[in-house]
């Protein structure tokens, strides 16, 4: 008579889903613990009035209605929907089934209509000017998120993705300034990224030194040294090394009329354009074509990679350089795209969030663009709620939503997840 192991997991009912051996429920805690907030915000303490989403831009091919929507209504319908998706969760882990992607998706923009309502109450929110903010506060990020990801897929934690932004952040704004053109300092910000990350993969790669202690090392000097530069070079300077050079947005014909997601999507820089290709380049590059598959060997199984003849040390190598322009650029946005201008640490630990991003997007480019997305978008919420009247959301919770997101989604909201195996370690050739 056959038995079943403990781990083992019960025959699915439903023919095609997929069916796990183990259960997590860290998603559904994630579930039930939201579904909480929603219940002690909007039913225990309900907002009166009406908050209109404002969808309609000028430019539109037509433009879309305003959409109000009554703050303690519209409070009780997402508790209701944020209960019945956090019981299908429920359901669905006791039976070892995954929770479809769609459905965490789903649960995610109700609470957050629901927070915005109630949050807004008898104020109005333009919502293209939400999206656009959060855009420009991800692209950055998403630039950083692609560099981790190339790099730890190859086996190097990169968490000197701080460093590159600050150096390419430095060196794009200089070299604007000096040539006039944003092009050059643009490609001075590649060049910078690629210095930077030179010196982890030599240490971590060439030296097997810790990569963590090398990655927060690299951070802090290059910290100190664009903040001493600032202060002896450039700020004394600032007519002629740090005017501020930026890139013009560029409109899309017909795409930029798109309600809602045209001007937000298409009426962009050169900058944010890049990062729409490094995503899709990146994306194919890894699981289409022969250079991801060397690359992805050697940061699950270098010894196997190098058996059947990869350099495993010279793969490292040059894929951390690569991670390391890519993330140049994301430091570049700062200086000829948002701000214009250096200041000292203008990064402020968009590298720290990016890496999260490649873990909660579980090393996969397209995940980590979603989830670099995501913090975005919570990092946009202070800008956006701190401008409504009475808002009942405090300013300091407001500053560091961005972190409890960030907190929320690495420890309590990703699920199981597993990193590339040979990721940290390195490698001595036998």
Known sequence: MSTLSPTAAPASPLAGRPVETTRSWKLAIGYGVFTLVAIVLFGLLPRSGTTTFRLANGGDFFALPDVPLPATATGIVVIVLLAMLTVYAVVETRSYRRVPL?????????????????????????????????????????????????SERVGVVNIAIEGQFLAGAFTSA??????????????????????????????????????VIVGVVINAFVSGLTGFLYSQVLSP?????????????????LLHQIPIIGPVLFEQTVVVYLAYVAVAVVTFGLFKTRWGLRLRAVGEHPQAADTVGINVTSTRFWNVSLAGAIAGLGGAYFTLDAVGPFTKDMTAGAGYIALAA????????????????????ASNLQNALGVIPNSPVPSEFLLMLPYVVTILAVAGLVGQSRGPAASGKPYIKS
């Open 102 to 150: 769609w459905v965490t998706t789903a649960f995610a923009v109700v609470f957050v209509i629901g927070f915005l309502a109630w949050s807004a109450a008898g104020a109005s929110l333009a919502i293209p000017g939400l999206l656009l903010g959060a855009l420009s506060l991800s692209v950055p990020l998403v630039f950083g998120a692609l560099g981790g990801v190339i």
């Open 174 to 211: 200089l070299i604007a300034s000096i040539t006039g053109s944003p092009w050059v300092g643009l490609v001075g910000a590649l060049v910078a990224g690629v210095l930077v990350s030179f010196i982890l993969a030599a240490f971590s790669i060439k030296y097997l030194v810790d990569q």
């Open 237 to 253: 300077n600032e007519q002629t090394l740090n005017i501020g050079v930026r890139f013009p947005r560029l409109e899309i014909p």
């Open 358 to 377: 490649v873990i909660f997007g579980r090393w996969d480019p397209i995940k980590a663009t979603l989830a670099a997305l995501l913090f975005g978008f």
